[in-house]
């Protein structure tokens, strides 16, 4: 019961349906349980309004309120949606732990708060798709029906974007450049255009580099007309590992693109008959441009990472040891590398309940145990903490994401 508590006092304000938690029998007990730490709890009807999402069973629905606050000053979700300016905001974190729910739930908030948003997945997988349970797959916009404001959905497939770069890749630098060269006594230059090893890097890439390289397609997108419009860019993110990478990437692309770029200009000047042995010098112009273009873009999308006032990366996790034991290690990386980050949500929080079976009790432990971990971490304890229950569906679909964006951003 103290557990339970002290669950419920540091929950941010949320409303929750739990028909599995609470069943009918219990239900009461626990309203004037819950009645006991907040006067603002109320029995409401169905959180969905689709009849698309409705819960199986007649739900109880709670409201309760927030006594946690903050380490930090973190402004909350009125600082997010004000000014016209451009923002981007990036969901990171682990595998799983409701990156694509909270992404495209922040999404729709923003819409529905007047602005012209557009939520964007690198994700294989399509999980926005499945998240808004609408197509948005084919790499192009595509708008999402539901919110009141316009929002689009872009899902880029990384390996398509990696492809293009491979072919610009491959033509600056084949074996019969070698093989002249190697007669003008120039097999040095070659040597070390071949050391690069960028068309290998592109064939066989290591996980990130897709990412990389499909976050920076997004920029080039965003550059164009037809996308000025958009205020707010929600990225769903690739999970930890890759971020990681990825924002280390940058610099090692840089690097890479940028000797072969010179090297190329070295041999071109070198001597103007290896010009002829380029051979179709408008296709290599063409890579060697896109090369330089590509370059640009990920030098861009490292600035925006670092971008404290257009940019914020916020971490997802579960109250699980291994969840908060990896977000720490991510926030510690987002650190090292400058990117801002203010706030944690903590998702999949079992809600309060009167009456735990033995299970509920256990993990309601463990939950705790993982809450009070973040506490007392240096890296964690410093970030706004939002707390996100488990709910006890699926959450697919706007009406379904739009109560969770009413739960979580505050
Ligand atoms: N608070 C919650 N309560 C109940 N279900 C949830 C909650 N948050 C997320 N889910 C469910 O968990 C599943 C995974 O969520 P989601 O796809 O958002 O995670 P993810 O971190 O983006 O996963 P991935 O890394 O695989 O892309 C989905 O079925 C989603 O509906």
Redesign the pocket.
């Known amino acids: 019961m103290e557990k339970t508590a002290a669950l419920n006092a540091s929950f941010t304000s949320y409303s929750l349906s739990f028909n599995k938690i609470l069943t009918p029998k219990n239900s009461m007990a626990a309203v004037s349980f819950l009645a006991s730490f907040s006067p603002r709890i109320h029995s409401l009807s169905s959180p969905f309004p689709s009849p698309a999402i409705k819960p199986k069973r007649p739900t109880n629905t709670f409201q309760v309120r927030s006594v946690a606050a903050p380490t930090e000053d973190v402004a909350g979700f009125d600082d997010m949606v004000s000014g016209t300016q451009r923002k981007y905001y990036m969901?990171g974190?682990?595998?799983?732990?409701?990156?694509?729910?909270?992404?495209?739930s922040l999404a729709v908030k923003f819409a529905n708060n007047g602005h012209h948003t557009l939520v964007v997945s690198t994700?294989p997988?399509h999980?926005l798709s499945?998240?808004f349970a609408q197509d948005l797959t084919g790499g192009m916009l595509v708008p999402v029906e539901g919110p009141d404001f316009p929002l689009f959905a872009l899902e880029i497939n990384p390996e398509k974007a990696r492809e293009e770069f491979r072919d610009a890749a491959k033509n600056n630098g084949g074996t019969g450049v070698k093989d002249f060269m190697d007669g003008m006594g120039l097999g040095m230059l070659a040597e070390q255009l071949g050391e690069l090893k960028l068309g290998e890097l592109l064939d066989t890439p290591p996980p990130g580099l897709d990412e990389a390289i499909a976050i920076s397609k997004v920029m080039q997108f965003l550059d164009s007309p037809q996308y000025s419009m958009f205020t707010r860019i929600v990225f769903?993110t690739a999970?930890t590992g890759h971020t990681l990478r990825l924002l280390s990437l940058p610099d090692f692309l840089d690097a890479s693109i940028g000797k072969i770029l010179k090297l190329r200009e070295k041999i071109a000047s070198a001597t103007s008959a290896i010009k002829s042995v380029f051979g179709q010098e408008e296709t290599r112009q063409n890579a060697a441009d896109k090369l330089e273009q590509l370059r640009e873009r990920m030098v861009k999308v490292r600035d925006l990472f670092r971008d404290t006032d257009s940019t914020e990366f916020v971490i997802?996790t579960i109250p699980t040891v291994m969840a908060v034991s990896e977000s720490s290690r991510l926030r510690a990386s987002l650190n090292k590398e400058n990117v801002p980050v203010r706030r944690l949500i903590v998702?999949?929080?079992l809600p309060p309940s009167a009456l735990d079976c033995k299970f509920c009790a256990v993990k309601r432990k463990d939950q705790m145990r993982a809450l009070d971990m973040i506490r007392n971490d240096p890296e964690l304890s410093s970030l706004k903490l939002i707390q996100?229950?488990?709910?006890?569906?699926?959450?697919?679909g706007v009406p379904a994401l739009k109560f969770?964006g009413d739960i979580v951003w505050k």
């Open positions: 969901l974190g682990k595998g799983g732990v409701g990156k694509t729910s909270c992404a495209a994700d997988a999980s499945d998240s769903d999970p997802v998702n999949q929080i996100s229950p488990l709910v006890d569906m699926e959450i697919r969770m």
